[in-house]
């Protein structure tokens, strides 16, 4: 075994690799940009080595410096985690040329199933299904339209060197084909250095399954079962589950075949993962090979008990696989939601921030467990433009996929997270739905429950109010001073006293009057209509609260003006509004066309002189590694363009501007 390895990535999985190394007694190097000083992935490793500036061309992708960190640390092995330089195959030959191990497979094995055109010519040759489509290295657009009406649509276009959801986009007609192609290749270029693609026919329905391989340096090669990561918004993963529901005994060992059988055409060595589309009859078609660990392992290791980053060390460092095919066993069921900093409501943008709370249910950390939170940032820390917007993996595992499903709702109820949008309710609602809570799978799932996933309201405002109150008074307890002239508690000799709450929520000003009536008794009037009411609080963060004949517990966080409230059956964000402190104050001016979130400037799709109408998409951004395409807020004509291509332009900035 390795006596001291480096850790050549960031976040989650730099810690999660640190917390296996440090069980087995490896030492461990980080590396970190000037944006992630101070890290948690830093903390987690015995040394650390700076690298470069905050963006990851600038840092996390130099990996000369990577090298010359490991080599000045006396590292013998580097671990690339996954995205990054994970599958660079000249970062893998660079390591092997420094007389480093690259823990993951040979560069060829890499390079071969790194382009996905030249990969599904492998799996031809060795026998795995794939799906019909446009493979060659011809990529003159007309050609690749014209095979696209070969191929019939909808087709699926992908960049040939991609992954993750990136390059990738759905044509449902041949006028759509152009605009699509081209916005797949700037992707594909940004994000790859490579603007080659593919096309193939979008299969209906289709699942997405995936196969964990595993092999070594003595010819052996093994599958750890299958992952079903169907739920998918804009091809990248939100849910992923082990096993596959309505996986039979016979259809896993064919996949797992099917599987082993790519593995070994390329000489795989290390973790890699089979990815195949399925019919819902249970036909399957290769899709690609992962040439790394994937984001989704832990539910994998939570059904059969193993520790997939020991096995990767362990085969690294000369070892066999540490079990046959025939000794491998899974148990239960496990589920893991990814938990990202966006806005569900904005069509899934990235969202930055600070974590001013970040409060999560009783679990172990990078370890099997009935639940499981791998996360690389906490309380307090950042969520920047430059990286990856996932704040943390929440893995559950039970007995039955049913119970596994009950601690999973369990466990994002108990999830609190403010100071940014992210999509812990939305995961919630999605887990809740009758298509994935009955296994009706496939990657159109989000959009076909699109009517129960977005527009739902939150908490019931009186919920919501009575608990802000309760947050109020609970803070106020604490500083109360023992002088009864002092006394906030609303005490009058004769009659009831009256207390005014003028709350924000959602966009709509509500005025919330509690009352303390002369025997001692509390009401609530909200919305016109009077409940009594009763507190009890722990401090001022949890509360129950008794609103008429209902018990609710709700837990509140105040951070500024603005009130978190969490309950059983959602959340919501209520704004206190001091009345004389905003006094004067006029709406701010609505029709711009504003940045939704900070990023690059990659393209206006109008100019000035030209008329325009509400809808109309208008500017391209890149955030995150993604391109988000920006539309109209109204009809009216092109003034000026404010920003050149490739600016990088802060959250909230006026792109261009328009005239009625």
């Known amino acids: 075994m390795f006596k001291k390895i480096l850790i050549a990535n960031r976040g989650e999985i730099a810690c999660r690799v640190a917390a296996t190394a440090r069980r087995l007694g490896v030492k461990t190097v980080a590396v970190y940009s000037d944006a992630d000083a101070d890290a948690r992935h830093v903390q987690a490793c015995d040394e650390a080595v700076r690298i470069g500036g905050p963006a990851p061309r600038d840092s996390y992708l130099q990996w000369q410096r990577i090298l010359e960190a490991a080599k000045a640390t006396g590292a013998q092995a580097v671990h690339p985690g996954y995205g990054f330089l994970s599958e660079n195959e000249e970062f893998a030959q660079a390591c092997a040329d420094a007389g480093l191990v690259f823990i993951g497979p040979p560069p060829s094995a890499i390079q071969a199933m790194g382009l996905k055109a030249e990969s599904k010519r492998l799996m031809e040759q060795a026998g795995v299904p794939l799906v019909p489509g446009y493979h060659g290295a011809d990529q003159d657009p007309a050609l690749l339209r014209r095979e696209a009406n070969r191929i019939g649509f909808p087709v699926l276009i992908k960049a040939s060197a991609g992954g993750g959801g990136k390059g990738m986009r759905a044509v449902h007609a041949d006028e759509e084909f152009d605009a699509a192609l081209a916005s797949c290749k700037r992707e594909a270029i940004n994000s790859f250095g490579d603007d080659a693609v593919l096309i193939e026919r979008y299969v209906q329905r289709p699942r997405h399954i995936e196969i964990q391989v595993f092999g070594d340096s003595h010819g052996d090669c093994v599958y750890l079962f299958e992952r079903d990561c169907s739920v998918q918004r804009r091809h990248q993963k939100v849910l992923e589950e082990a096993p596959a529901p309505g996986m039979t005994a016979d259809r896993r060992a064919e996949m797992g075949a099917a599987a082993v059988s790519a593995a070994k055409a390329v000489g795989y060595q290390g973790a890699g993962t089979v990815e195949f589309i399925a019919e819902q009859d249970g036909r399957f078609y290769f899709m ?93 820390d950042a969520i920047s433009p430059f990286y990856d917007s996932m704040i943390a993996k929440l893995i559950v595992w039970g007995e039955t996929r049913e119970q596994a499903l009950a601690l999973l709702d369990a466990s994002l109820r108990d999830t609190h997270i403010v100071g940014l949008h992210t999509n812990v309710a939305f995961l919630r609602r999605c887990a809740a739905t009758a298509s994935f809570t009955k296994a009706d799978l496939d990657t159109a799932l989000i959009e076909r429950e699109k009517a129960v996933l977005f527009g739902q309201p939150g908490l019931p405002l009186a919920e919501a109010a009575a608990a802000v109150v309760a947050h109020t008074l609970a803070e106020e307890a604490l500083t109360e001073s023992s002088d009864p002239w002092s006394r906030r508690d609303g005490w009058r000799m004769f009659g009831a006293a009256q207390r005014r709450f003028e709350l924000d929520v959602d966009g709509e000003h509500h005025q919330v009057l509690l009352a303390r009536h002369h025997h001692g008794s509390l009401s609530l009037t909200v919305g016109g209509e009077s409940i009594a009411l009763a507190l009890r609080s722990k401090g001022p963060e949890q509360h129950e609260l008794y609103l008429g004949e209902r018990r609710v517990t709700v837990s509140t966080y105040k951070v500024g003006e603005q009130v978190a409230v969490f309950g059983a059956h959602g959340s919501a964000l209520v704004t206190e509004v001091d009345v004389i402190a905003h006094a004067g104050q006029g709406q701010s001016e609505a029709g711009r066309l504003t940045a939704p979130m900070p990023g690059k400037l990659v393209a206006f799709l109008a100019q000035p002189g030209d008329a325009i109408t509400k809808g109309q998409p208008l500017a391209v951004m890149e955030a995150m590694k993604m391109e988000h395409t920006i539309t109209a807020p109204r009809d009216g004509v092109v003034a000026e363009l404010l920003f050149a291509i490739g600016d990088q332009v802060g959250d909230g900035a006026e792109l261009l501007r328009l005239q009625a």
Not at 309 to 333: S, Y
Not at 358 to 363: D, G, K, L, S, V
């Open 288 to 380: 690609e090979m992962n040439t790394r660990l994937q984001v989704e392992h832990p539910v994998t290791e939570a059904i059969t008990g193993q520790d997939l980053v020991e096995w990767q060390l362990r085969v690294a460092a000369g070892e066999p696989l540490p079990l046959k095919q025939d000794q491998l066993r899974m148990h239960g069921h496990a589920i893991e939601a990814r938990i990202c900093a966006e806005n569900p409501e904005g069509g899934f943008l990235p969202a930055t921030g600070t974590l001013s709370v970040a409060r999560w249910p009783a679990h172990e950390a990078f370890q099997r467990a009935d639940v499981r939170i791998d996360s690389g940032v906490g309380e307090g």
